[in-house]
């Protein structure tokens, strides 16, 4: 592996946004049925020192006990709750989440670059969410977005990614060149644990969604992550293969690997040596999600849990050039736009 | 491995019944709305030669190939569809789809040994299915059942299985001594391919239902099978573990692993190393789902993606007594009244 490499984290959220962020939105649900009492923008006020503390103390510090250089920074996946109220409900808070990413960015050129949440709501059109995608991508140098297929929040109401409804939405991706990440928002359908089923499942269930599609016939560029490790994917790879040889589709590397990628976002050795053993290298971008879903530590190795970075680094599967791939190369090449703000850095 | 070990299949399906069922079925559905058209149950008539033959060229003859001698089979799960019609119509299609497996278990005693599908029906109180329950036991010497998380078919609707209504099933189950294997049916939410998502995900939520409960305290020789090698449970055995520990939980060893099996239906040699490495082997019971969603020839080995006992052979993890209890021990264990039928057939 390069001295040079950059270690870059494709999947980072702002999950210990100031305290105050939290208490406007609670404001803004507590109002949903009452909009004259909906808190206004303008009372969220949150300082750059603020801002600079709550990275410092926390992924900042974390990204250099663990030596990552750059993360793909978006808004609390499990804030979006794009269930909650209507349009413009998501579009207030979208807006809002989505500027505190763009501020963490400018405040750590260096550290983060932001990723969109999109102002998603159930049953609305997605090309609504196309003003604030193309806001984000203009004037906060956004370099992917994070596409939730089911704003419903596990009610899975929204017809699958392959259908039309979603294309004005991937006609801008690729117009802009930048990839989504396909994630989900909070559950609020009491068979489904948050970030225990329903994160895995909308992996599993948006793979599938592509494999049984011919969407990638109609946009050859167009780059989706799945992230937490492709859910169930990886490990029932063979389920996959067979399944897409019953449906007559081409073999998945060609089917969809030129368009579908997956996260290291897998708090184990055994399920990241057999990521990297059965997906091709090229189709794996590092990741943790820290600080996520699972913060503590793993009594069996005596180290976080998300600090995938280690499983890497202990693999005997993923050596040398191929940890480049992984680390940056794969990164650069799936978010052309990071790759282009790297280089007008000189990195 | 002793020379006398049983290679016991936990997880068959009618899936090649004669043409007959489904045509009685497709009549009962073309008149859910219409009762008194509907057929009656004595206009299916399928002869013992039938069924003969139906599994002699099928289950049997792939048994014999493969070299597995006992299949603990039940009704075809994709043709289950609780969601169909009312409590009527899912009791009268349970109690022909269980007579057929109870026939072929008399035709076939040496190999086919039932477990039951339940006349579950959305919204309907799971106790209404008891009296199928503990005539399958009774009747017709069942050994287990299959338990639908979802009888919605994919919209779920009904609560977690760690709710009080599932109880009534739970008590007649610790009481006839019978697991369960959690298993949905057919998808009818287009965002769910029924064996490439919705099984997959049904796997994963209901493993996390019972980790965020105390449900296994309620009922402490309560045994579930979570069948397709659990899901992505196995592979993100860090993940669950760290989220148990998120929830003060015990450790999964204690909190779920006395309860909680999984099955090898995970169709590549990648997938079942990664089962068989985080899963203790007392965990884990021999199945196939043959002939089921994946019958086709793996292009990358030449063999079928379901035969899982060519995984297990090539094993260099399952080894030994190991493998005695995979194919044979765990499931006599798991299944106590398939041990007593067995031995009072001297196996």
Redesign the interface.
Known sequence: MSQQTLIIDCHGHYTTAPKALETWRSRQVAALNDPANRPRVAELVISDDELRESIETNQLRLMRERGSDLTIFSPRASFMAHHIGDFEVSSTWAAICNELCYRVSQLFPDHFIPAAMLPQSPGVDPATCIPELERCVRDYGNVGINLN??PSG???T???LSDRAWYPIYEKMVEHNIPAMIHVSTSC?????T???HY??AD??AF??C??SDLFKDFPTLKFIIP??G??V??????????A??LKKPLLKDHLLNNIFFDTC???Q??I??LT??IPVDNILFASEMIG????I???TGHY??DTKRYIEASTIVVGDDRHKIYEGNARRVFPRLDAALKARGR
Request: hydrophobic share 30%; charged share 15%; proline share 10%.
């Open positions: 297929p089911d596990g009610h899975w929204s017809p699958p359908n009491s068979c489904f644990h970030t225990g089923a895995l499942n599993t269930t599938m969604q494999l049984t937490h490790g859910g169930a990886p490990y029932h790879w063979g389920r996959f293969r067979g399944l040889q019953e897998v708090y184990h055994p399920g040596d057999l053993k059965v879903a699972v913060r503590g793993d009594p069996e849990f998300d």
